[in-house]
């Protein structure tokens, strides 16, 4: 028989010009591009298996040994290799929705590869009996009998892969679907065509045109990987992400942060701290698939953080990764000679028990990054009661607008207590904002001191005005006012252009005065402030307005800058008093900083007082007032005033 084996050679052409193409292309470590080398592949196999075939074929040699075996052995290459090409386009599918086989699931397994065990084991039978094809004493080819069920088998999987495409359309562009729509025409017609007439070998042609397309739509490496370490990078994790919480399919990914890298640049060199992060990289891609078996794929969450993706629904395999890694990064890592040792955390994080959208696990991670010291153990469990607690004062802008606009928010008055007369009628107010169980959380001391957001700057307005409301009350229309309270401000608000206009306006509304109320700002706010609030704090004093300096000693102080401000009051830290307790030096230190602040004429205040250690060692050092749930708790306004009265009618 006459074969028409051009089309073979031109399909050969093309997928040594694809393969030339690659070399000049960076490999995407990504699941679509493995999919793709392996599409290429079994295409590749078919084409050479089919054209050496055609060749024997065509120069018959029966009286040669090996001439049968040779034949049976490229007509089966060319069958595995042809069921190959249908199964690897429903993977290609699959890549396309980053959806993964569960090798622990039967289900899946069954569904994945029953055909192709099907069709290997008619492959197998056909060596010792024609049930696919054969070679008669000429070499030329023959159908078998049970050839159909070939075709049904790698039908299945271009029927599977179209479904699956029709189920989740949604999340696939339209040019994506009409390449992959296109593979399955190109496909039926050379295996119509070549079914019909055997002798025009463009099957595999068809199949090799159906490839080229697809290599034209994946992704731009460039957009996809970080070029450094040669992984993924966070818009391709994002991007998998999306497409994961859309199909609402459960999946674990492992976090790895490297805390130490900016110190071991600075030590060994940038450089070198990248060749070690590299070898990081190295580890992470390739540990899941080699020692656990576990489908895996690393990115560049962020500049010095991994994140893992884990395929399937295996806890205990997932736990069992997670252990190994967390093991590897407390061991050294070799570079050029040196056993580098750095300081890492890993955690894992679900969908959905962790989080239900993008934006919540993003919150997630910055939240845990934010106290990543905090934590001694390598591995960090999320659903620590640490973590938990961590994470409600995080989310504050949440919670604060919430009870803003249900009006929940619960200010508190904390008494202030002076050294000589035990008890005063000043008060620090404390907001508090109810969760979903209605529990009352205090969340101020939990804000990073230089955060500006519009749900703080609203807090700090409805705090003020709550308490002028009270004070106006209380002080019956004394200007004096022997009631007074500390509202602590955020840098956001004092940074307003429009600050001191809003403040006179609720001044105004509630009939209060400026003088009643003292400004509480960190240490840190005051340092770090700009021109505008600086001038805004001036204005107050001009109203008779006092500020309290808040957390002296922990902040980036400038004395100089504090003497310019109407300031009042200094509270010092509470890890000042603890310090002086725990040295006789650090002692003398502290009663140098009470007594310099009381040299230029400003009062000193201890906070946090929480024992009665802390109030004596406060008391030793010369403070002039107390703050603290030991000295007394925060109570609502009209049992602040019954407090005060009960202390002063009792003596």
């Excluded at 731009?220 to 450094?228: F, I, L, Q």
């Excluded at 895996?296 to 500049?303: D, F, L, N, P």
């Excluded at 969908?351 to 001694?376: Q, V, W």
């Excluded at 008890?423 to 230089?450: K, M, Q, T, W």
């Amino acid at each position: 028989m006459q074969y028409d084996f051009y089309y073979d050679i031109c399909a050969l052409c093309i997928l040594a010009t694809i393969a030339i193409t690659s070399l000049s292309r960076r490999r995407v470590p990504a699941y679509r591009q493995r999919v793709y080398d392996a599409l290429f592949w079994v295409v590749l196999m078919a084409t050479v298996a089919e054209r050496v075939e055609t060749i024997l074929q065509m120069e018959p040699m029966p009286e040669k040994v090996w001439y049968h075996f040779a034949e049976m052995l490229c007509g089966s290459v060319y069958f595995v290799n042809h069921l190959g090409a249908a199964m690897f386009y429903y993977f290609y599918i699959m890549s396309i929705l980053d959806i993964h086989v569960d090798r622990e699931s039967k289900k899946d397994m069954l569904l994945t590869y029953a055909s192709f065990w099907i069709a290997m084991a008619l492959v197998a039978v056909n060596w010792f009996y024609p049930v696919l094809f054969y070679y008669d004493e000429n070499g030329l080819y023959h159908r078998g009998a049970l050839i159909i069920i070939f075709y049904i088998t790698s039908l299945y999987y271009v029927v599977y892969g179209l479904i699956t495409m029709g189920r989740y359309r949604h999340l696939m562009r339209l040019k994506t679907r009409l390449v992959a729509t296109s593979y399955v025409v190109f496909a039926l017609i050379g295996v119509i065509v070549q079914y019909f007439l055997p002798w025009v070998l463009i099957e595999n042609f068809c199949n090799t045109i159906s490839i080229t397309l697809v290599f034209i739509t994946l992704q731009n490496p460039s957009e996809m990987v970080d070029e450094t370490l040669n992984i993924l990078n966070r818009k391709a994790f994002l991007e998998g992400l999306e497409l994961n919480m859309k199909r609402k399919d459960p999946h674990s990914t492992i976090f790895i942060t490297i805390d130490n890298i900016r110190a071991l640049s600075t030590e060994i060199g940038y450089v070198q701290a990248q060749a070690v992060l590299k070898k990081i990289a190295t580890f992470l891609k390739h540990v899941g698939r080699k020692e656990f078996s576990i489908s895996t794929y690393t990115y560049r969450y962020a500049e010095y953080c991994f994140a893992v993706t884990v395929h399937g629904l295996d806890e205990a395999r997932t736990n069992k990764l997670l252990e190994r890694i967390a093991t590897r990064l407390k061991e050294p890592w070799n570079s050029s000679n040196m056993a580098i040792h750095i300081d890492g955390h890993c955690f894992v994080i679900k969908y959905p028990d962790h989080y239900k959208s993008s934006a919540e696990l993003m919150n997630r991670i910055d939240i845990i990054n934010e106290d990543i010291t905090g934590y001694r153990d390598v591995i960090i469990d999320l659903d620590d009661l640490k973590y938990n607690e961590l994470k409600k004062y995080r989310e504050y802008d949440v919670l604060a607008r919430g009870n803003l606009d249900t009006k929940k928010a619960v200010v508190k008055f904390q008494p202030i207590l002076s050294k000589v007369y035990k008890i005063n009628y000043s008060a620090d107010l404390v907001c508090f904002f109810l969760d979903e169980e209605g529990n009352e959380i205090d969340v101020r001391g939990h804000i990073p001191d230089i955060r500006v957001t519009q749900a703080l700057m609203d807090t700090d307005e409805y705090v003020y005005r709550r308490a002028c409301r009270a004070l106006a009350f209380w002080n019956a229309g004394d200007k004096k006012g022997k009631y007074r309270a500390v509202v602590g401000l955020s840098q956001g608000e004092i940074s307003r252009n429009d600050f001191v206009r809003r403040i006179k306006k609720i001044l105004r509304e509630e009939k209060a005065e400026a003088s009643w109320i003292s400004l509480k700002l960190t240490e840190t706010t005051l340092a770090t402030m700009n021109s505008v609030a600086e001038r805004n704090l001036k204005l107050l004093g001009e109203m008779k307005a006092s500020i309290v300096v808040d957390k002296y000693g922990t902040g980036y102080g400038n004395l100089d800058r504090l003497l310019t401000l109407p300031i009042m009051q200094v509270n010092l830290d509470h890890s000042i008093l603890v310090s002086a307790m725990e040295s006789e030096q650090m002692k003398l230190v502290a009663h140098g900083i009470v007594n310099l602040f009381h040299d230029i004429s400003l009062f000193v205040g201890a906070t946090e007082i929480s024992s009665e250690e802390d109030k004596e060692m406060a008391e030793e050092l010369g403070c002039d007032f107390l703050i603290g749930d030991y000295m007394g708790k925060p109570m609502k306004d009209s049992s602040y005033v019954r407090f005060i009265d009960a202390y002063f009618d009792e003596g």
